[in-house]
């Protein structure tokens, strides 16, 4: 729990295909994840994001998206 009152900077890079695609997870800058190949689940493709934690449930959450930006290339 390294982050616990600290501001985190979160970034998903993607690339929504069945053959060459990718999802890339970054915190602060520094890459944790990366999935290649097939990310495209069926004829279907949505963007989902929220708060998910294991620690204690705080009365107030907050989550701030600044510069999102979703497109279709």
């Known amino acids: ?3 616990l009152n600290q501001w985190v900077e979160w970034s998903i890079k993607f690339k929504i295909s069945t053959t060459d695609g ?3 997870l970054f915190r602060n ?3 944790l994840a990366e999935l290649d190949g097939n990310v495209a689940f069926g004829n279907s493709v949505y963007f989902k994001v929220g708060i ?3 620690c204690e449930v705080r009365k ?3 989550m701030y998206l600044k510069n999102l930006t979703l497109v279709s290339l």
């Open 22 to 24: 990718y999802v890339k």
């Open 1 to 3: 729990m390294d982050n």
């Open 52 to 54: 998910y934690t294991q």
């Open 29 to 31: 800058g520094v890459q």
């Open 60 to 62: 107030y959450t907050e």
